[in-house]
């Protein structure tokens, strides 16, 4: 029968086991040293791979900026961190970006080898940090670190290039929002501008100024009054004093005033006086006498005429004597209280007349005031535009500003945690494992050769026939 074993009657059975189990350890020594034998070649021919380890961190860039603008407003302006977002990793944007075609090109290009021969680096992620683990392998320590170094130029370079992009046209889209601003900032200027000028208002403090000096020009009316009204008073006790009514220290006043009546007051005075002397000397009729009496007609006749051109009204010597001054009726007494009264009718004359020119003035400014009033509302609508634009445009120079200042953007650096390091072992093969892979590949084998005669001999024995006593 086939795969049985005959065991002949002249060889015992012990020597045919011994035999048996010989065949399966020579089996085994064979398979064990096989293993040794590849598992030393696999050594000694197979290249050593080196590993050159490194790590970079991707801080959490944010800024911000706030801009305080004097009676305009705030203008503010943030750029979040790419980590705020619990959707998205920016470390696998980066990982993405590190293991493209690009970057790996010109990595390879700086060491003058082919893309295939550099490979692609193995990179890690760490949770719960903003760290990222670097891996290159090499045919030597030196290899493996300069394929790091390369890695590491072409991927900057890389997010410089992807930076300036972006930069370019966030400014483009900022540039155009602020010419934009910069046209409605100038309208709105152009607008305020051409309305100050057309409605006289520039402003409202300008309103309130008017509105003081309104209200100071009341107060100086109210105090003329007073004034005017204390030198009435005085008139009146002058002119009672002088036993003259209201209307007779006018008269008084306005005599007292005009150069031609006093001149005429005073040819009349030395007339009469002339006439009183002659007339102590000389008989009626004398010539002397007659001349200086047709003198004093006529000094006379001038005075009345002058007096009623002045007053207005039919006056006589009576009244002229009583309402003057003159060398036959003065005395010291009166000619200072006549003195004061003409002063006194004066002040009141200039107050009346300082209280009217007020008056006027508080018209005209109060008219100015109701129509510069009526404008105030549009001056404040064109205001708040202007204040609205310039806002806005201050608000997008500050993000023009903070665009140019800030020069990662969506990119943030790139920062070396540990250096890319010379390796001073290797990273494959690993003489441990394929120690370990060969011994346990050994005690499979072994094992797998020991059951297997095993079962062959049990089964050899169980074919063989029993022997009859």
Known sequence: MAGSVIFPKSFPKTSFKQSYWQRYLLLGLLANATFGILALLYLKLVPPTYTSHSAITLPEAGSAANVNLPNIGQASYENSSLYASTTQDPRENYKFIAQSEPVLNAAANQLNIPVAKFGKPRIGIIDGTTIMTVDFKGASPEEARSKS??????????????????????ESSVQNALGDSWKKLEIAQQRLSTYKTSSGLSSNEQLRDLSNNI?????????????QQQASARLSQLSASLNLSDLEAVDAFTLQTDQIFQQN????????????VLDAKFLPGNPQLVAQQAKQNAAQTALLNRS??????????????????????????????????????AEQKGFQAQAQTTDEQITQLQIRL??????????????????????????????LDIGKSDTFGSYPLVQFVTQPNLPQTTSWPKKEFVLFGTVLASIFVTISIALFGMYRYQKSVDLQPKSKF
Do not use: C, G, M, W
Not at 150 to 169: D, G, H, P, Q, V
Not at 215 to 227: F, G, M, N, S, T
Not at 314 to 332: E, F, G, K, R
Not at 385 to 392: G, N, R
């Open 308 to 345: 009623q051109y002045l007053l207005r009204k039919p006056i006589s010597q009576a009244t002229i004597h009583q309402l003057s001054l003159n060398s036959t009726n003065s005395d010291s007494a009166r000619e200072s209280l006549f003195q004061q009264l003409v002063t006194t009718q």
């Open 370 to 399: 109701n129509q510069l009033a009526q404008k105030e509302s549009d001056l404040d609508a064109l205001q708040r535009d202007l204040q609205v634009t310039e806002a806005v445009f201050s608000s997008t120079l500050t993000r």
């Open 265 to 276: 007051l005073k040819d009349y005075s030395e007339a009469s006086a002339t006439l009183s």
């Open 149 to 170: 170094l390369a890695f590491y130029n072409a991927f900057e370079a890389k997010l410089n290039e992807l930076r300036s992009e972006e930069a370019i046209r966030r």
């Open 215 to 227: 209200e100071q020009l009341r107060k100086q009316k109210v105090e003329i009054l007073a004034q």
